[in-house]
């Protein structure tokens, strides 16, 4: 008998912006990630405000799921899926942020995928803001610093909450919140919206650390945020009281690099602010105690944090479950001389008891039972959920068109194993879906050589390729695990 309980959600997870393409398609407006350009392990995505001709960006087609929806979900349901969680473009309901009435056709294109998933007996997970602000919101309101966009997001919120009510029960609020703490050119611009004066004016590519950060105004917004994520669940429960809502933190697992008490505070300090502090203010509807210091410390003035009706709305709007990343763990030291590695988002000081993925991320299963233990103990009571967990590489068509990627399977049969363990600890686990179920756009690089999928797509990094679909060996192997209820692993 499984450990894992029955209807268990399992499945895959995806974003609108690294896979649909059809850009302009459909009365779509242009959002964030359409105005960037490729990199690679060793090259750093560019961003530009004004789109360059004759320039590949890798999101404006994608793997073309706009069209090609029914073939994958019909894939994801072969293999079994519970559960499949995509992004609502939010650009291809409201094509300006701000628009009066919503965009028709994009609002029916999400129809059309919620039957078919329903068709192959896949239940919805929907981020609503997975990095995809409307570029016209960041041009003509600086992104969430400017505190009209809480209620166009809410807005946006309850055109998708209404229309898809029978539809689709789990919804997700904002990818990742907590990537402004953590990462100041990606957040700011990915998950905030923000692009200052002088930047908006650039006219050749930058990359995204040249891109000005001015850290009270991400701090604001991303308290702009949270009060936008409160009145969204707020307004969902009202819409239909069964549905769940969710938050979303990129968790970045820390450990001390040694037993020095320094490094011991300094990784308590960095897991504090990286992954507490969000899900605190999502979770509990409060900030922890030791927000307001830190941010004095940055020299703000934190008198944002001290609006008596944005903390009665936080208060109010908690979240029905938890969700978050796992892709590896980081360690921390006070030694400036401490090898180091790259990460999701954020990189530390190299483990020397883990390996590292070809983009040097750390494998690191007994992070994943380590920090499903934390979350239950920090938030007890609150179901959990585990909606990104990958390993990018690069795959090899064989000459036939299999592709054995053991390395894959082998990634996720220690990550699931370590679940395991974590749901026989007493965690409540309800699901599990893994990043990139078919390949798609890195996020952090633009690649498509970075390779998360259990199904292969034809699409290269300079834009070659006819977008076919084919399956991997991990593809059986997934399918295999989903039969079980994740008891067969080999």
């Not at 409540?428 to 199904?455: C, E, H, M, N």
Request: glycine share 10%; proline share 5%; charged share 25%.
């Amino acid at each position: 008998m499984s450990v894992f309980r029955e209807g268990f959600l399992w499945g895959g997870a995806t974003a609108a912006n690294q896979c649909e393409g059809a850009y302009l398609e459909g009365g779509k407006g242009l959002n964030v990630p359409d105005m960037l350009l490729g990199g690679d392990v060793n090259t750093p995505r560019t961003f530009c405000p004004h789109l360059e001709p004759g320039v590949f960006y890798p999101s404006h087609e994608a793997i073309d799921f706009y069209h090609h929806y029914k073939e994958d979900i019909a894939l994801f349901g072969e293999m079994g899926f519970k559960c499949f969680r995509l992004s609502i473009n939010w650009a291809r309901i409201f094509p300006n942020g701000d628009d009066a009435e919503p965009n028709e056709e994009g609002l029916a294109f999400y129809d059309r995928v919620f039957d078919e998933c329903k068709k192959n007996g896949i239940e919805p997970l929907v981020t609503l803001c997975h990095y995809e602000i409307p570029w016209a919101i960041v041009t003509k309101y600086h992104g969430f610093a400017d505190r009209r966009v809480i209620d166009l997001f809410v807005k946006y919120a309850v055109t998708c909450f209404t229309r898809y009510k029978d539809k689709v029960k789990y919804w997700l609020t904002f990818n990742e919140i907590n990537i402004g703490l953590m990462n100041a050119a990606m957040g700011a611009l990915y998950g905030l919206g923000l692009v200052q004066d002088e930047d908006l004016a650039r006219t050749k590519p930058c990359t995204l650390p040249e891109i000005k950060d001015v850290p009270q105004q991400r701090f604001e917004a991303l308290h702009n945020q949270f009060v936008a994520s409160a009145k969204a669940v707020i307004e969902g429960h009202k819409i239909n009281p069964d549905f769940m809502i969710g938050n979303m933190i990129c968790h970045i697992t820390w450990y001390p690099l040694t037993p020095n008490p320094k490094d011991i505070l300094e990784d308590q300090k960095r897991d504090s602010l990286c992954n507490d502090l969000c899900g605190d203010v999502q979770v509990r509807g409060a900030y922890p105690y030791f927000a307001k210091k830190y941010y004095q410390d940055l020299g703000l003035d934190t008198s944002f944090m001290e609006n008596e009706e944005d903390l009665a709305l936080i208060k109010e709007g908690t979240v029905d479950f938890y969700t978050f990343s796992y892709y590896m763990s980081n360690c921390v030291t006070v030694d400036e001389n401490a090898d180091t590695v790259q990460g999701n988002m954020l990189g530390g000081a190299k483990n020397p008891y883990l390996k590292a993925s070809d983009w040097g991320w750390q494998i690191d299963p007994d992070g994943l039972r380590f920090t499903l233990n934390k979350l239950a103990s920090r938030y007890p009571g609150k179901p959990l959920m585990v909606v990104e967990n990958g390993f990018g590489a690069f795959d090899k068509v064989e000459e036939d068109g299999s592709i054995h990627d053991d390395y894959r399977i082998s990634y996720f049969k220690a990550h699931i194993a370590a679940m395991r363990e974590a749901v026989k600890d007493g965690v409540p686990l309800i699901g599990y879906t893994t990043w990139g179920p078919i390949d798609l756009v890195s996020a952090g690089t633009g690649q498509y050589a970075k390779r998360y999928g259990f199904i292969y797509v034809d699409r290269h990094d300079d834009g070659t390729g006819d977008f076919g679909r084919s399956r991997k060996d991990s593809f059986f192997w997934y399918k295999k695990v989903i039969a079980s209820n994740g008891e067969d692993l080999e």
